[in-house]
């Protein structure tokens, strides 16, 4: 695909219930990066992938939050027992090797009522 | 703690006349920055970078200049044409081994025609 893809594009959820988040980055990128954007906030940092690395997980904001990255492509961001303070916008980015600049998808909205 | 300000939260210029977007930064180990645009219901869309070695970067009507010593780097966009107006977010990346980005909260660019 051309760029990177997110699904879904909306999701509304009732609290407490799990949801999962999937990112399609640009092929051949090996960094694939989740954040999110609460109303009226900037982006802020969840969780990065390089390779086979280890992933950076120091953005996660609680145990409740989870990814994964399958095969080196395809990311999940699952998040547990969804709370009302969860609902934003779930962007992920990815990016080719040893570049600093990272290209998003167009975001999956989450709502948790 | 916001290592990334942006302390304008919307600004409305002229078409055809300049546009200058700023962003303040704390973190002393940041060496990287980029500036994204962001429309609604997309996900943000890289415009333009700068390294720390550099104080001025251009590309077409898009220019970044970054200060060191004060911690302050500017977009200009001249001239300002209504297409660009969006959410402008900057955001910065530390030197090392960490790639993401520490985001601003932007700035809602309006230009009139």
Redesign the interface.
Known sequence: GAGVSQSPSNKVTEKGKDVELRCDPISGHTALYWYRQSLGQGLEFLIYFQGNSAPDKSGLPSDRFSAERTGGSVSTLTIQRTQQEDSAVYLCASSSLGSDTQYFGPGTRLTVL | DQQ?K?NSPSLSVQEGRISILNCDYTNSMFD?F?W?KKYP??????LI?ISSIKDKNEDGRFTVFLNKSAKHLSLHIVPSQPGDSAVY?C?A?PTGS?????????TQLTVLP
């Not at chain 2, 219901?41 to 890289?46: I, K, L, Q, V």
């Not at chain 2, 960490?98 to 932007?106: I, K």
């Open positions: 990334v942006q990287y980029l994204y219901a997309e996900g943000p869309t890289f970078s977010f955001a990346r960490a790639r993401q980005l520490t985001f601003g909260s932007g």
